[in-house]
Each structure stands twice: as C-alpha cells, then as structure tokens.
Nanobody, 132 residues
Framework: QLQLVESGGGLVQPGGSLRLSCAAS???????????IGWFRQDPGQEREGVSC????????FYADSVKGRFTISTDNAKNTMYLQMSSLKPEDTATYYC??????????????????????WGQGTQVTVSS
C-alpha cells in the first residue's frame, strides 16, 4: 500500500521560509504511468485546498494564485520525495499541509482529489504556523 509521510512544518515568522518534504513508500503494485502529485492545505472547519501539483509524466506544474511566486514544488525521484519550498510566508499560509497522489491527471483541488478515492493517497499532514 502506498504511503506518504510529510515533514518539515513548524513555527515561522512572517516573511520567513520553510521547506516541506513528502516521502513516498510502498510502491509494490503501482504501475500507473499517469498520476498527479501535490500539496494541499486545510484549516480547522474549512475545506482542503490545492496549493501546488505536478502532472506526470511531463512534469507540468500548477500553483494556486495565492502562492504563485512564493512557493516552488519539486521532486527527487531517486529519493521518492516531493518538496514544497515556501518563502515570504504570510499568516494566511497557516494550515495543516498534506501531500497527495491521485491516479491520472486530476485537477489540483482538495475536493476533486477526495472524490477520486480509492485511487488517491494522503499523508498525515504537517502543521505550518506563520506568526510573529
């Protein structure tokens, strides 16, 4: 069973930077050529929203308007790890950040990703708090 584990969250001052990591394991039986991987965030009582995604194969990226120019998504395939480099952080970036993987080319939306279950995997989340 595919497993995703996020790390790298924490408390940071406004204007600061963090790099989140998502390590994947358990690829036995995973044969899909087309898949979407990405980062999502959620505050208590709110819907999970898409932050950034990569569409494979090809590597086309998507960024939510709220993070364009500040966040960068990347992968290290040799390490089976995805990253989210976050800079110029704002208090409104505060949320629990999740990594997700869906089979096929899927819209980078928390709602759409959730609708693709069971062909979607989620990590447990890592908390990012931006506060002075």
């Amino acid at each position: 069973q595919l497993q995703l584990v996020e790390s790298g969250g924490g408390l940071v001052q406004p204007g600061g930077s963090l790099r989140l990591s998502c390590a994947a394991s358990g690829f036995s039986g995973f044969t899909s050529t087309y898949y979407t991987i990405g980062w999502f965030r959620q505050d208590p009582g709110q819907e999970r929203e898409g932050v950034s995604c990569i569409y494979n194969p090809g590597g086309t990226t998507f960024y939510a308007d709220s993070v364009k120019g500040r966040f960068t998504i990347s992968t290290d395939n040799a390490k089976n790890t995805m990253y989210l480099q976050m800079s110029s952080l704002k208090p409104e970036d505060t949320a629990t950040y999740y990594c997700g993987l869906a089979i096929g080319f899927v819209h980078c939306s928390g709602y759409v990703f959730e609708s693709k279950a069971p062909s979607v995997s989620w990590g447990q989340g890592t908390q990012v708090t931006v506060s002075s």
